[in-house]
């Protein structure tokens, strides 16, 4: 049962560009929404999470925005960059374990210089 | 260095092999993770413990065995009744003392391939 959809596949931008994914989730009971990048041949790291008290969160280049009603989040990529490009998980958790995350399928970032 | 280590990086299993996948932290860490990589499926939990002598079974658990007898070191094997194992491993961890501290940190992983 996937309870975490991710789209697009893959995503190609020019330098410069908006990158945007995004993930929609269907268990109420979530209430933290991380992203993970991850380079080739390496594991993931977090690059910025949410909680569902706000709408919008900003780290940088990256930003979150959560609609809770449409169960509905996504991440923007501001002025992407070649070092960008990589895969991309959303993930979702809630209840007693946050580490056990449910995750989306991925996005593969390709930013052209 | 604080982290996370995998071993081996590549490891290649006959049939009806059972392989052991390894995973040491020295973050002090209470709570490791196993997941799975398969291209265009994301990441699946397969076990997960969240203290020394204890681990719960996650997605995906059939075919696989867990243990955690060090709260370093949480080892994977990948038995002979896993049909299909070939996929990239990652191994987590985070402090697991609530949702003040649910980072995880992944290793490098392990890319399992059938002979």
């Known amino acids: 049962q996937q309870q975490v959809k991710q789209s697009p596949q893959s995503l190609i931008v020019q330098k410069g560009g908006i990158s945007i994914i995004n993930c929609a989730y269907e268990?109420?009971?979530?209430?933290?929404f991380p992203w993970y990048q991850q380079f080739p041949g390496k594991g993931p790291a977090l690059l910025i999470a949410i909680r569902p008290d706000v709408s919008e969160k900003k780290e940088g280049r990256f930003t979150i925005s959560f609609n809770k009603s449409a169960k509905q989040f996504s991440l923007h990529i501001m002025d992407s960059q070649p070092g960008d490009s990589a895969t991309y998980f959303c993930a979702a958790a809630g209840g007693t374990s946050y580490g056990k995350l449910t995750f989306g399928q991925g996005t593969i970032l390709t930013v052209h210089p | 260095d604080g982290g996370i280590t995998q071993s081996p990086k590549y490891l290649f299993r006959k049939e009806g092999q059972n392989v052991t996948l390894s995973c040491e932290q020295n973050?002090?860490?209470?709570?490791m993770y196993w997941y799975r990589q398969d291209p265009g499926q994301g990441l699946r939990l397969i076990y997960y413990?969240?203290?020394?002598?204890d681990f719960q079974k996650g997605d995906i658990a059939e075919g696989y065995s867990v243990s955690r007898e060090k709260k370093e070191s949480f080892p994977l094997t990948v038995t002979s009744a896993q049909k299909n194992p070939t996929a990239f491993y990652l191994c987590?961890?985070?402090w697991g003392r609530g949702p003040t501290n649910e980072k995880l940190f992944f290793g490098s992983g392990t890319q399992l391939s059938v002979l």
């Open positions: 973050l002090n860490h209470d709570a």
């Open positions: 413990s969240q203290i020394v002598n």
């Open positions: 987590a961890s985070s």
């Open positions: 268990n109420t009971a979530f209430d933290y």
